[in-house]
Structure formats: structure tokens, C-alpha cells
């Protein structure tokens, strides 16, 4: 599977972003499907995930509210809205997408596929 993010992007804060990441090569049914980020000096952390083909979503305490996944399966795409971002959610955004049986979704090693990762700055 091959990962393509697009959308990242600088902001106030408050304001929104949609990143969006289109996956090509094989598919991703069976899948769970995550957005992560990683800040500067910090540990890689899950933001948003679903299970492909589900309607079950995931999310990080500390987005709850402001952030959704989605997955688009005709275009093969899944989506991170993101609304009322804060300084903090200054990251470099990636997606991912893996097979994961018995492990940790929110554990970033359990994914096989990652995108090359996209810049989102939020100044206040």
C-alpha cells in the first residue's frame, strides 16, 4: 500500500484544515486506517482511526470534538477534518494503515504503511 497525504497547511488558531491521504497498490479493506502526528522533541501519538469499512471511529482525548476520520472507499481516501485547531496540534500529520491482530491500534508499530507525513502549524 502506498500513502499520500495532502492538505497540511498553516492557520490560525481556531481555524480548519481537511488533510487527506490516498492509498494506492493494494487494498485496504480489512484495515484499520490511522491518522498520527508528531510534534518536535515528542513521541509519535494516534490522533484519529477507523476500521476500514466501518462506521466506528477512534479518536484522542485530546481531539475529541474538533477532529473526525472518514474514508471515501470509491476514491480510496480517509480524511482528518479538523476544526478549532489549537497551537498544540502543531505536528507533522501522518496516515497509516495495517493489519493489526491482537495489538494496540493506538501503538504506531503495529502499522505496516505509512505516508510521508504533512506539516500542519497552528499560530495564536
Known amino acids: 500500500v502506498q500513502l499520500v497525504e495532502s492538505g497540511g497547511g498553516s492557520v490560525q488558531a481556531g481555524g480548519s484544515l481537511r488533510l487527506s491521504c490516498a492509498a494506492s497498490g493494494t487494498s485496504t479493506s480489512r484495515s484499520w486506517l490511522a491518522w498520527f502526528r508528531q510534534a518536535p522533541d515528542k513521541e509519535r501519538e494516534g490522533v484519529a482511526i477507523l476500521y476500514s469499512g466501518s462506521d466506528t471511529t477512534y479518536y484522542a482525548d485530546s481531539v475529541k470534538g474538533r477532529f473526525t476520520i472518514s474514508q471515501d472507499n470509491a476514491e480510496n481516501t480517509v480524511y482528518l477534518q479538523m476544526y478549532g485547531l489549537k497551537p498544540e496540534d502543531t505536528a507533522v500529520y501522518y496516515c497509516?494503515?495495517?493489519?493489526?491482530?491482537?495489538?494496540?491500534?493506538?501503538?504506531?508499530?503495529?502499522?505496516?504503511?505509512w505516508g510521508q507525513g504533512t506539516q500542519v502549524t497552528v499560530s495564536s
Open positions: 497509516a494503515a495495517g493489519r493489526i491482530y491482537g495489538g494496540s491500534i493506538w501503538d504506531h508499530r503495529q502499522y505496516n504503511y
